[in-house]
């Protein structure tokens, strides 16, 4: 069974920029996709489309013991430790990334009053990136601005690799907004987008991962609470 963690920490530009050009190694990590942060639906020429000094970080892990053990010792898992991360149980998988090709279902689905994470993970086809920023940037800012979304970000490494990351009060919240059900003007976008991308594929690879929180740690731009816990 695999264990996932997901990370935003504010680092030093020499040691974000060493995280991003060279992914780091520790026992017990099966894989790690080392980011910088972007803001979801900001324009496409500007500073905020590639924070370097907000990096994002999305692992598997043998065991917690492992993480626990990274952020202690590892130099980049001590920065990271200094920011917010939250533990993952994985759920569900759609699409297939190759390094993730293994994950199996959980055998416990998510309940539909349940809060759930989801992260998407795509290798680009650098001559559809016109097409896809003008598909995605409306569903970017659907997802930004929808109410029940707790926490919402991309983030992005050259040359191809991008993602998104969004926590969610409930499953049926998450999956309204997938399949249109919301009310509004925008809430056919995201709907619209992955018919296009059926279209004409704007990826060599694509996944969307849902996972079940596990627990929350530090905090992320003031705030320590994203995970809309039961209490």
């Known amino acids: 069974m ?34 910088a942060g972007m803001q979801l639906g900001a324009a496409v020429i500007s500073p905020r489309r590639m924070q370097l000094r907000r990096l994002v970080v999305f692992a598997e892990w043998e065991t917690e013991d492992a993480l626990v053990d990274f952020l202690a010792r590892h130099p980049l898992g001590r920065k990271l430790n200094e920011g917010w991360h939250v533990r993952l149980e994985f759920v569900r998988r759609w699409g297939e990334v190759r390094q993730f090709e293994n994950l199996q279902d959980a055998e416990v689905p998510l309940g539909l009053d349940e809060p759930v994470v989801a992260v998407t993970l795509a290798r680009m086809r ?5 097409r896809f920023i003008h598909w995605g940037r409306p569903v970017e800012r659907q997802i930004r601005d929808h109410l029940q979304a707790t926490l919402a970000m991309a983030a992005i490494r050259l040359p191809r690799t991008v993602s998104t990351f969004s926590i969610w009060t409930s499953t049926r919240a998450m999956t309204g ?3 249109g059900r919301d ?9 619209e987008a ?8 704007f ?9 079940r929180p596990l627990s929350e740690h530090g905090s992320w731009e003031g705030r320590e609470r994203y995970i809309p816990w039961s209490v």
């Open 194 to 201: 992955m018919t296009e991308r059926e279209r004409r594929d």
């Open 2 to 35: 695999s264990f996932f963690s997901f990370h935003l920490a504010h680092m030093p530009l020499l040691t974000a920029a060493g995280g991003l050009l060279r992914a780091p190694k520790a026992a017990g990590l099966r894989h790690i996709e080392v980011l």
């Open 126 to 130: 650098l001559p559809e990136l016109p």
């Open 177 to 179: 907004m997938v399949f």
């Open 183 to 191: 009310d509004g003007a925008s809430a056919a976008r995201h709907t």
């Open 203 to 211: 990826h060599h690879e694509f996944t969307t991962l849902r996972f």
